[in-house]
């Protein structure tokens, strides 16, 4: 399952879904990644202009623009960086919040604040979250 803020979009998944168990899924939240690329504001439309995708996609907030924006947001960020096989799995949270809703089975969380800049491959989340 992909999403951008895959948590905020799995709390409706859940009540959608109430009764119906899918099994197991692994999750990427492109959320998650960009936090770890460029600075605050962190929107799919933010995405969509950082990586000059303006003229390839629509930000109409309708599903399929969205889907379709994102399929091009996690292109582009596997040409600037290999690593999206580690975020799979991987949510990064606001620490001043925390997680909203339930947790997803089988994703592990993190806090994740913002970055100015993105980031060098040993200070992404995933590289911190080895270490530990």
């Given at each position: 399952?992909?999403?951008h ?6 709390c409706?998944l859940r ?17 998650t ?14 995405a ?17 623009d969205d ?11 596997d040409?600037e ?5 580690n ?13 909203s809703g339930?947790r ?10 913002f ?8 200070q ?6 080895r270490r530990?």
């Amino acid at each position: 399952m992909i999403a951008h803020n895959a948590q905020f979009d799995a709390c409706f998944l859940r009540e959608l879904l109430r009764g119906f168990k899918p099994g197991h899924l692994d999750w990427l939240d492109s959320l998650t990644v960009y936090k770890d690329r460029r600075a605050y504001p962190h929107k799919l439309a933010n995405a969509i202009i950082a990586y000059e995708l303006e003229d390839k996609v629509q930000n109409s907030h309708r599903a399929i623009d969205d889907v379709l924006a994102l399929f091009e947001v996690l292109k582009a960020m596997d040409e600037e960086r290999d690593d999206l096989a580690n975020y799979v799995n991987l949510f990064g949270y606001n620490p001043k919040y925390g997680v909203s809703g339930h947790r997803i089975t089988g994703v592990r969380y993190e806090p994740q604040g913002f970055n100015k800049t993105i980031t060098r491959p040993e200070q992404t989340l995933p590289a911190r979250t080895r270490r530990k």
